[in-house]
């Protein structure tokens, strides 16, 4: 396989898209690899195998390059720049589209992103991962990944880049409420022009995320939401030993959130409301953005 070099145009790769069968294939189309006699053995390896195209690319030569990555590979949230051994190439020629019947809970809509944030050593700094763990036993529908990114800010400002529509970000933010309350919070997405950023390879502070990914950015950042939970043990990252486990009403509130986020990518799917800013908590009434609703 040769890696392509995309030209210097006006469309970024994560926008191009390529004709299959009839079938428009773009960043989050389902399909199945179907590599030929000529492809090497790591390709032969993958045949039948489905994936998700991540990007269509081309090199200077004007050939068409379908970057994928395979569906359930855990890999894939490590970010483009960083996917070696995870983000494979095909021309369309070696792709099948995987068109799902009519009423089979096809991917239509809107792309939604749902990154979980923290540190699991640093007690309830951990609520984030907890969150995305919950959401695992819970079907979600096809255009909705969630994700564990843990303290990898650089990977997930990547990920933004990434054509969303939403991005539902989880994680403990101290707002001066009683612990194990969860917040719905819409903050500023930083400006292209003004952002200004210094890299974090293993740091995860969602402001300076969202401003290296402004910093980054080609087109307009998705809009961003914070589902956020006061914690009840706050450490820095500093002390000498750390504490694996979150605190009793931080616990009692990952349920909540998980909650959340369906009632949340259930309202940003239909589309209903003024961009779906309202999210019904899970056992409660529906919440506004900015409102707070207790674990108690």
Request: charged content about 25%; proline content about 10%; overall charge negative.
């Amino acid at each position: 396989m040769n890696r392509p070099f995309p030209p210097e145009d006006t469309v970024p790769p994560g926008r191009r898209t390529v004709m299959v069968d009839g079938v428009e294939l773009a960043r989050g189309s389902r399909v199945r690899l179907r590599p030929t006699q000529r492809a090497d053995i790591l390709d032969m390896a993958l045949a039948g195998r489905i994936a998700e195209v991540d990007g269509v690319e081309e090199d200077f030569e004007g050939t068409v390059h379908v970057a994928v990555v395979l569906e359930g590979d855990p890999g894939r949230d490590f970010g483009s720049g960083q996917q070696i051994g995870h983000r494979f190439f095909f021309s369309p020629q070696e792709l099948e589209p995987v068109v799902e019947p009519a009423g089979a809970g096809a991917a239509t809509g809107p792309r939604i992103l749902v990154a979980g944030i923290g540190n699991v050593f640093c007690a309830d700094d951990g609520f984030g991962p907890e969150v995305i763990a919950a959401l695992r036993a819970r079907p979600l529908p096809p255009q909705v990944h969630a994700a564990d990114f843990g303290i990898r800010g650089m990977d997930l400002a990547y990920r933004l880049l990434e054509g969303w529509h939403t991005a539902l970000f989880v994680d403990a933010a101290p707002h001066g409420q009683p612990p194990g309350t969860v917040s719905v919070i819409e903050p500023e997405v930083p400006d292209l022009a003004e952002s200004r950023a210094t890299p974090q390879a293993h740091g995860m502070d969602p402001v300076q995320v969202l401003s290296l990914a402004a910093h980054l950015a080609e087109e307009p950042l998705p809009r961003v939401l914070v589902i956020g939970c006061e914690p009840e043990i706050r450490m820095t990252g500093e002390e000498p030993d750390v504490r694996v486990g979150l605190s009793r009403p931080v616990r009692e509130a990952v349920e909540v959130a998980a909650g959340m986020v369906e009632s949340l990518v259930a309202e940003l799917l239909a589309g209903a409301g003024p961009m779906a800013d309202r999210g019904v908590r899970a056992g409660q009434r529906p919440a506004t953005v900015g409102e707070e609703v207790s674990s108690r």
